[in-house]
């Protein structure tokens, strides 16, 4: 009952999110009513989610996409863009979702290198190793950014799968690292070591 509980929460908090956009996405912007902004658009007015998570758009510039939904997106553009145009109404549709590609090791059924599409979360990455062990320590699962940049962040799965704390469900970016530790006390040479190692490969990541 437990694990099936636990699924249906997964479940619903995986497909229950608005998906956040992330580079590699192609989108299709279309400002109604101002053909002027629209004929200086590239073809088709496809752009598309810069690596560094910016597109740039006629008379607003650049606009950084991160951690933003379509809506939040849309609603920025349109607040940008009334400073040169009275009450524009934008149209935003992702026509070709990015990947984000993150190491999933530790205590996970199949540990390895995979490419999230759509949405890029905890969750979504432990689903996509196909769900952690019975070894696993939930309170005790690390995310390393790619830039390595502070602490390792602490995640408490059983937070977010039996009390629905959306909070320990973080967002990951290109090159991240989401590691599952064993149960019992963590032991340095088999926990935190591979931690380490992986730690340097990921620096090549976008270089493949």
Known sequence: TLLLTGFLMFSSLVFSSEYIMCPGDQLEIVVIGNEDINTTAPATNKYFVRPDGKLSFPLIGEIDTTGLTVSQFTNMMQIKLGEYIVQPHVTVNITQLGTTRVYVLGEVKKPGLYELVKSHNVLDAIGIAEGYTKDAAKKKV???????????????????????DTSQNYTL????????????????????????????????????
């Open 142 to 164: 690390f995310l390393i950014h790619k830039d390595h940049k502070g602490e390792p962040l602490q995640i408490n799965l059983n937070d977010l799968l039996k009390k629905g």
């Open 173 to 208: 970016v290109e090159g991240d690292l989401l590691y599952l530790t064993s149960n019992g006390r963590i032991d340095f040479a088999r926990d935190i070591l591979p931690i380490i190692s992986v730690a340097y490969m990921i620096n090549d990541i976008n270089e493949d």
